[in-house]
């Protein structure tokens, strides 16, 4: 049986009927960082003084907890009482720190940068710091803490409220030592959703195949991509053309790059995972 602990939130507490229209809505609560894109972010809500993650699977909520520093800090969950026979607590959502998207940071910056040639220099070098800490906290999740986050991108990256960069949205992770069976089980029993996840030579969506540390390493050079860029890869083309792009080692333009040192590693990363680089 799940033990409450002090941060939790029952769910009831975030909703209210609505006295005309007669459903649920929201009480109390303020959508955090609505411009973002509802395709590529997930929704959050403020609660009190916490960011809430509702209607999240039992799994995503244990991920979350073992990325332990390498991601925004978890400090309860939303909790529901449906499980029979007496209507027993599970976990459906998660109850965390507020943080701040870091595209949301590096579109702000990017904007600064277009005043003075001093911010355009200030951009560059930010760049460089943001990519330095998001490799560094990708290879602690693999090494200290054994997990797999399986879906990489610039979404997925927050800054936290000790102004590091950590990780967000674990609904695709999985220790990196579990058995391909699992993962298996997991696929058949997620309704709604995806468990994704991008590789050197392929598109990972509701498969068999679980992520990899090398799927999270190609990601991430597609996002450091991004980053120095500005552009989204692979913005224009559809699904089937990307996994086409993906399965013959097709990938991003390098030459995009204009930092040697930088478009190096992205290239060494594309390069080890199967792109024609």
Same mark, same amino acid.
Request: with cysteine.
């Given at each position: 049986?799940?033990?409450?602990?002090?941060?939790?939130?029952?769910?009831?507490?975030?909703?209210?009927? #609505?006295?005309?229209?007669? #459903?649920?809505?929201?009480?109390?609560?303020?959508?955090?960082?609505?411009?973002?894109?509802?395709?590529?972010?997930?929704?959050?809500?403020?609660?009190?003084?916490?960011? =809430?993650?509702?209607?999240?699977?039992?799994?995503?909520?244990?991920?979350?907890?073992?990325?332990?520093?390498?991601?925004?800090?978890?400090?309860?969950?939303?909790?529901?009482?449906?499980?029979?026979?007496?209507?027993?607590?599970?976990?459906?959502?998660?109850?965390?720190?507020?943080?701040?998207?870091?595209?949301?940071?590096?579109?702000? =910056?990017?904007?600064?940068?277009?005043?003075?040639?001093?911010?355009?220099?200030?951009?560059?070098?930010?760049?460089?710091?943001?990519?330095?800490?998001?490799?560094?906290?990708?290879?602690?999740?693999?090494?200290?803490?054994?997990?797999?986050?399986?879906?990489?991108?610039?979404?997925?990256?927050?800054?936290?409220?000790?102004?590091?960069?950590?990780?967000?949205?674990?609904?695709?992770?999985?220790?990196?030592?579990?058995?391909?069976?699992?993962?298996?089980?997991?696929?058949?029993?997620?309704?709604?959703?995806?468990?994704?996840?991008?590789?050197?030579?392929?598109?990972?969506?509701?498969?068999? =195949?679980?992520?990899?540390?090398?799927?999270?390493?190609?990601?991430?050079?597609?996002?450091?991509?991004?980053?120095?860029?500005?552009?989204?890869?692979?913005?224009?083309?559809?699904?089937?053309?990307?996994?086409?792009?993906?399965?013959?080692?097709?990938?991003?333009?390098?030459?995009?790059?204009?930092?040697?040192?930088?478009?190096?590693?992205?290239?060494?990363?594309?390069?080890?995972?199967?792109?024609?680089?």
């Amino acid at each position: 049986m799940m033990q409450l602990g002090p941060n939790d939130i029952p769910l009831d507490d975030l909703f209210e009927i #609505h006295p005309e229209r007669g #459903h649920r809505v929201f009480k109390q609560t303020v959508t955090l960082f609505p411009h973002q894109n509802p395709r590529t972010s997930t929704r959050v809500h403020k609660y009190k003084d916490y960011a =809430i993650k509702y209607y999240t699977a039992a799994r995503e909520v244990e991920m979350a907890e073992l990325a332990g520093d390498c991601g925004v800090k978890v400090h309860g969950r939303l909790v529901k009482f449906d499980v029979p026979p007496n209507n027993q607590p599970r976990p459906v959502g998660l109850v965390m720190e507020i943080a701040r998207p870091l595209e949301h940071y590096i579109e702000t =910056i990017k904007i600064e940068s277009e005043k003075t040639d001093a911010k355009a220099a200030a951009y560059e070098s930010e760049k460089n710091r943001i990519k330095t800490e998001m490799i560094a906290v990708l290879k602690e999740l693999h090494t200290k803490y054994n997990l797999v986050h399986g879906d990489v991108c610039l979404s997925r990256f927050v800054i936290c409220q000790d102004h590091k960069i950590r990780l967000c949205d674990f609904k695709s992770a999985r220790p990196a030592d579990e058995s391909v069976q699992i993962w298996q089980d997991l696929i058949e029993d997620t309704s709604g959703g995806h468990l994704t996840a991008w590789s050197g030579n392929k598109m990972r969506q509701s498969t068999w =195949i679980p992520p990899t540390e090398a799927d999270d390493w190609y990601a991430l050079a597609i996002s450091v991509w991004e980053l120095y860029t500005g552009k989204k890869a692979f913005e224009d083309i559809g699904e089937g053309e990307m996994v086409l792009n993906l399965s013959t080692g097709k990938t991003v333009d390098l030459e995009e790059v204009k930092d040697n040192e930088t478009r190096e590693w992205i290239r060494r990363m594309l390069h080890e995972r199967g792109a024609a680089v």
